[in-house]
C-alpha cells in the first residue's frame, strides 16, 4: 500500500464513470485535499489523501461506495492462486482476508448473526472470468475465521443471472453493512490488488426524494439530483459560495446547491418555473431544516443577465433548452435544425455570463446531445465560441494528479466534455465546463 499519504480509499463509480471521477477530482481540489489518483478505470478508483478526510459520499453524486483500504495484494497472487491453482498463493489470499483487521472490526458489532459480504470490481477483462469462484473461496474463508472466533453468520450471495459479484448500494443500505462494518470491496487492478472495508454508501432514496416527493414535478427533461449535484461540484461550489443557474426549472441544480450550503439565484423567463422553484425550495429547507438557506428567485431573460443582477457570481451550473420533446428518433438533417435554432439563445448567455462570474469562476453547462437514425449524434460545439467571449475550456483529468502514466491517462486528459444521455432518451446532455 502506499505509504505517502496517510490515508488510500477505494471509490466504486456510477455508470458514467469519466463523469465520476471528474467530480471527485474537483471536489477533492475544492476542499484543498492533497491527492494522488493511484489507479482509475470504469470499475473502481483508488486515491491516496494527504491528512484526514471524510468520505462526504452524501456530497458526492457520482459515486456509489467509498472503501477504506485496508491491505493488497500482487495481483500475479490471484493469477497463481486461481488460475494455476497455486496451493502457496491461496494460502497467502487466504492470511489477507481472514487477517486481524477486517474481522475485528465485524466482530465489534456484538451481532448475533452477523450478515457480510465481498464485492469484487476487476480492472482487467481477464480475472473477471473467475472473480465469481474468488468471492465464494473468499466468503467461505472468512466464514470459517469468525466461526472459529465464536461469531455465527452468514455469507451474502447473488442471483445466478448477476453478471459480477458485486452488492449494490441498495443491497448494502438494507443490510446495514456499512454500519456492521460488514462489506469487503475487493478491486482487482493490473499489478496490485485492493482490499479495503465500506466506509460510506451513496443513498439513492436521499436523491429520490428530492426528485419524486417535491411538490412540483417536470416530467419533461427533468434533470436528475444526482447529476445536478454532480454539476454543483464541477462547478467548484463552496459552502458560502454563490451559484446562479439562469434556467433553473423548477430549481433541481437550486436545491443541490442549498444543500452544498451556497447562496442560490435562479433565473427563468417561464413564470411558471419560477414559481416551481420557490415552492420546491421552500419545502427543501423545511424538510432538510436548513439554517439561514439564502435563495433567491427572480423572473426573467438569460440574455440579459448583466441587467438583472448587480453582483459578480462565484460560479454559475445551468441547463437551457435542450430542444423539443421527441417522439421518435430525429434524422440527421432535423436534428441540426434543432441544433442550430437554440444556437443563438446558447451564444447570448455566454456573453452575458462572462462579465458576471469572478476571476476563475466556472460555469458548467449541458448543451444539446441528439441522436439521429443514422446512429451518428449531432451536438452543439459551443468550444469555440466560448473562447471567443474569453472562457477558458477546462480539463478536469491532469496528468500531476496521477500517480503512473498509461495510455488511459493519455486518453482522459483529452476529455473537454462529458455525455450523459439514457438509452430510452432522444435528446441527451453533453456537460462541459467553462471557467474565466
Known sequence: MCSLYDNTNAYIPGKNWKLSLAELISFLKMKDNEFRIIESSKAFFIVTI?????????????????????????????????????????????????????????????????????????????????????????????????????????????????????LTHVEVLKKNLVKNKAEVLFCVGKNQSWISKTTAVHDPFEFQKRDISRPVQRRIFAMPPRLARIMINLASCRPGATLVDPFCGVGTILQEALLARAKVIGLDLNPWCVNASRVNLRWLIEEYRLKDADYTILHGDARHLTALLQEEIDCIATE??????????????????????????????????????????RLVIVTPYVKTRSGEPVTMHI?????????????PFQKHDFAEEDNLLTCLTRTASFVDVAERHKIGREILILQK
Request: proline share 6%; net charge positive.
Open 50 to 166: 494527504n491528512g484526514q478526510h471524510d468520505p462526504d459520499i452524501e456530497r458526492l453524486g457520482g459515486t456509489l461506495k467509498i472503501g477504506k483500504v485496508i491491505s493488497t495484494i500482487e495481483t500475479r497472487t490471484l493469477e497463481r492462486a486461481y488460475i494455476k491453482k497455486d496451493k502457496v498463493a491461496q494460502e497467502k489470499i487466504e492470511a489477507s482476508f481472514s487477517s486481524h483487521d477486517i474481522i475485528d472490526e465485524m466482530l465489534s458489532t456484538r451481532s448475533s448473526k452477523l450478515v457480510f459480504g465481498v464485492s469484487i470490481y476487476c480492472l482487467e477483462a481477464h480475472p473477471r472470468n473467475i472473480s465469481k469462484h474468488m468471492n465464494h473461496s473468499i466468503g467461505n474463508v472468512m466464514k470459517h475465521e469468525l466461526s472459529t472466533r465464536g461469531q455465527k453468520s452468514r455469507f451474502l450471495g447473488f442471483p445466478k443471472l448477476r453478471e459480477q459479484p458485486q
Open 320 to 361: 437551457p433548452d435542450l430542444g423539443p420533446a421527441l417522439r421518435q428518433v430525429p434524422t440527421m438533417p432535423y436534428a441540426r435544425k434543432i441544433i442550430e435554432k437554440l444556437r443563438p439563445l446558447y451564444s447570448d448567455f455566454l456573453r452575458e455570463a462572462y462579465p458576471m462570474l469572478k476571476k476563475d469562476g
Open 383 to 395: 468550444e469555440q465560441e466560448a473562447k471567443d467571449v474569453g472562457f477558458k475550456i477546462c480539463y
